[in-house]
């Protein structure tokens, strides 16, 4: 059975980068998205952004020039990191396993997310 | 980006009573190609992650009771809980995956016990 296990900081100095893990165990790391969402204390989602096993990327637009993605296929981890980060950026922090689906041209779809990590709360606080 | 609304925001239901929770999106997330809506439900405990219940609008993900049930296509849908237990106390998000990135997720319905 598939498991995410993640981990980081929890405690973040404004304006300081936000570094967080997640690991693959008990499953293929390749033929998916692995994605990265957060949540605010009380409030939604909000999707940060995706790789997949050879380093393809789609970031949210609002959080693209803070944030950056990369794998690390030998471990099965992926890792996300948020520079210059602010109270705004204090969240539950959720990596999820996004399976793809096959489309024609050798083309393929990304769909929802099946697994979801523990979480992680990192706080933005001098 | 597809903008994604649930109502109501809260809601309380009698044990075994019938639960329904709508989203509606901005936009269409029906693919004609595949007749596939590119939409899933989440139900977040408190205290836990999310969990995957519906996608594809109306497939039960694995393990999932089958209370829930999904339905409707384009832009409105909707999750039913048949029968309310305790134990589906939580908020339910609606998810488009149709127009990507970003993915999108609806706000939240909060279900309580009446």
């Known amino acids: 059975q598939v498991q995410l296990q993640q981990w980081g900081a929890g405690l973040v100095k404004p304006s300081e980068t936000l570094s967080l893990t997640c690991a693959v165990y008990?499953?293929?790391?390749?033929?998916?998205?692995w994605s990265w969402i957060r949540q605010p204390p009380g409030k939604g989602l909000e999707w940060i952004g995706e790789?997949?096993?050879?380093?393809?990327?789609n970031y949210n637009q609002p959080l693209k020039r803070r944030v950056s993605m990369s794998v690390d296929t030998s471990k099965n981890q992926f890792s996300l990191r948020l520079s210059s980060v602010t109270a705004a950026d204090t969240a539950a922090y959720y990596c999820?396993?996004?399976?793809?689906?096959?489309?024609?041209?050798?083309?393929?779809?990304?769909?929802?997310?099946?697994?979801w990590g523990p979480g992680t709360m990192v706080t933005v606080s001098s | 980006d597809i903008v994604m609304t649930q109502s109501p925001d809260s809601l309380a239901v009698s044990l075994g009573e019938r639960a329904t929770i709508n989203c509606k999106s901005s936009?269409?997330?029906?693919?004609?190609?595949?007749?596939?809506?590119?939409l899933a439900w989440y139900q977040q405990k408190a205290g836990q992650s999310p969990k995957l219940l519906i996608y594809?609008?109306?497939t039960r993900a694995s393990g999932v009771p089958d209370r829930f049930s999904g339905s409707g296509s384009g832009t409105d849908f909707t999750l039913t809980i048949s029968s309310l237990q305790a134990e589906d106390v939580a908020v339910y998000y609606c998810?488009?995956?149709?127009?990507?990135?970003?993915?999108?997720f609806g706000q939240g319905t909060r279900l309580e016990i009446k």
């Open positions: 999820a396993r996004v399976p793809i689906m096959p489309m024609s041209g050798g083309a393929v779809e990304r769909t929802y997310f099946d697994i």
């Open positions: 008990g499953g293929s790391f390749s033929g998916y998205y």
């Open positions: 790789i997949n096993h050879i380093g393809r990327i």
């Open positions: 936009q269409s997330v029906l693919v004609r190609s595949n007749n596939k809506n590119y």
């Open positions: 594809w609008a109306s």
């Open positions: 998810q488009q995956y149709y127009s990507t990135p970003p993915i999108t």
